[in-house]
């Protein structure tokens, strides 16, 4: 089982200029945590759409690398996205599953995943052949670096714990700002990008 | 020109790229002609929420998008339109047909068709119903500039009497 924050804390060290989508609740919190960037872009809420959002996002920036890195809960509640994902099969889309086998955030209700549900599997038989769960931090670190520099779709299932978020972890709450901040960093929106913004 | 003939010209006019859409038979026609022309991205989502989602996550990416649904569709949309579209400011249009309504014949489906401008309202989403053919272009093209200006989303509603609705 790997820790969540030095899990995070991997993940956002392996960045370069790949656009990131973090799901809500803790994928949220420990991707910032682990260190803020323009490039990320946090969901607030909408449980689920980490995936759908991180595809559409792949379909229109065929020359960025998308990663998503969502829970297993949120995964679970929208799981036909994972068919779309291998439907279409965007070679640009990496998605990170952190299970906890928990809603944590909520109080910690188990989730199915807790019964033996194998997300990888799910999305193995969705058509993502580049599926597979890590146990540890160091196969979690060897397996990003495998599929980062490869064609995806990728999936990679994390088994982490359930430690609490960092309550230092400021979590960013104006969404009209996290998305301004996202789309005037890659320059889609012509009138963001042209102000002066120090 | 058939309604959908216009509504398609008014997608491509305006530079909606990003077409998503969950199956339904009003807007058949126009969605197989989309899936001919290259100059849209045409997806199809299992759901209606997930089609907000990457409609949304095109629109990050610099492509405005459209969802095309039945009005059945919003209730399975009404979360993601609350918390992610409207608070975040992102811009779409929402192309829904309307079931439930004049001449329905399946009961099923009033239920739903009668939330459809109330659910709007209460997501504070606009909303205009095309009912003839003379006033789609204008409704087409306010709709989406009404969206991509100001963004939010904005749904424009076809009436069976547009459409001649649905008969078994």
């Known amino acids: ?85 291998g439907s279409y099969q965007p070679d640009n889309l990496t998605i990170v599953v952190l299970d906890n086998g ?38 979690f670190e060897t397996a990003l670096d495998k599929i980062m520099g490869a064609p995806g779709p990728h999936v990679l299932v994390a088994h982490v714990d359930r430690t609490l978020s960092d309550p230092r972890a400021f979590q960013p709450r104006r969404p009209a700002l996290i998305k301004y901040r996202f789309m005037g960093k890659i320059g889609t929106l012509e009138d963001v990008r042209r102000l002066v913004w120090e | 020109m058939a309604w959908s003939d216009v509504v398609l010209e008014c997608l491509k006019a305006n530079k909606i790229q990003t077409l998503v859409h969950v199956p339904d038979t009003i807007l058949t026609d126009l969605i197989r002609r989309a899936g001919e022309d290259d100059d849209f991205d045409v997806i199809s989502p299992t759901r209606e929420e997930e089609g907000v989602g990457i409609v949304c996550g095109a629109y990050l ?32 249009l929402l192309l829904i047909s309307q079931r439930g309504e ?52 904005v749904a424009v509603i076809v009436s069976p009497l547009l459409s001649g609705g649905k008969s078994l």
């Open chain 1, 102 to 139: 928990a809603y944590q955030i909520t109080g910690g209700q188990p989730t199915h995943t807790a019964a033996g549900i194998d997300l990888a599997a799910v999305a193995k038989g969705c058509g993502i052949e580049s599926s597979s769960r890590v146990e540890t931090l160091g196969e």
């Open chain 2, 61 to 92: 990416g610099g492509r405005n998008g459209a969802l095309l649904m039945q009005n059945s569709g919003l209730g399975n949309a009404a979360n993601i339109l609350g918390s992610l579209t409207v608070p975040y400011q992102i811009p779409m």
């Open chain 1, 1 to 85: 089982m790997i820790n969540r924050q030095e899990l995070a804390r991997a993940f956002v060290d392996s960045l370069t200029d790949q656009l990131v989508v973090t799901g809500i609740g803790n994928a949220c919190n420990d991707v910032y945590a682990a260190g803020d960037r323009a490039l990320n872009f946090y969901m607030r809420g909408s449980m689920g759409a980490g995936v759908p959002i991180a595809f559409g996002l792949a379909r229109a920036r065929p020359n960025d690398r998308v990663v998503c890195v969502e829970g297993d809960g949120s995964v679970l509640m929208n799981m036909g996205a994972l068919a779309t994902v």
């Open chain 2, 102 to 153: 004049l001449g329905e014949f399946n009961t099923v489906q009033v239920g739903m068709g009668q939330a459809l401008r109330p659910t709007l309202d209460g997501l504070d989403v606009p909303h205009f119903t095309m009912e003839r053919e003379e006033e789609v272009e204008k409704i087409m093209t306010g709709a989406i500039k009404l969206a991509f200006s100001t963004d939010r989303p």
